[in-house]
């Protein structure tokens, strides 16, 4: 019986490469839909995208150091996206930790 491939993606700020499933997909729209940036819960929107751990180390450093218009050619990246991003991250944490058990360790940089 084959294995399943299963995906890996590196973080745009620790550079830590993980699966895809505990990372957070940033999306730009293509410019004929308005090429805004947004968080993609899914995974499966259209447009260029960029992971990032599910760490608010990550997300604050990223905000900070301008990653995402970096990683996706952006002019700019809207406020919000730091709250949304924090929340996601929370729900993929307690999701994680509610399926295994246990609590789950953050794959972002050391705090």
């Keep these: ?29 293509p410019e004929k839909e308005g ?10 929107a259209n447009g260029r995208g960029a992971y990032i751990c599910a760490s608010a180390v990550c997300i604050d450093k990223a905000i900070k150091q301008k990653r995402f218009e970096r990683s996706l050619s952006a002019g700019s990246v809207p406020p919000a ?6 929340s996601l991250a929370e729900k993929v944490t307690n999701e994680a930790t509610e399926k295994t058990g246990t609590a789950v360790q953050s794959t972002g940089a050391t705090e």
């Design 1 to 29: 019986m084959k294995t399943r491939h299963i995906p890996i993606r590196t973080c745009v700020v620790c550079r830590q490469p993980s699966e895809k499933n505990p990372l957070l997909r940033v999306v730009r729209s």
């Design 35 to 44: 090429g805004g940036v947004a968080v993609d819960p899914t995974g499966r």
């Design 81 to 86: 996206l730091a709250e949304a991003l924090k």
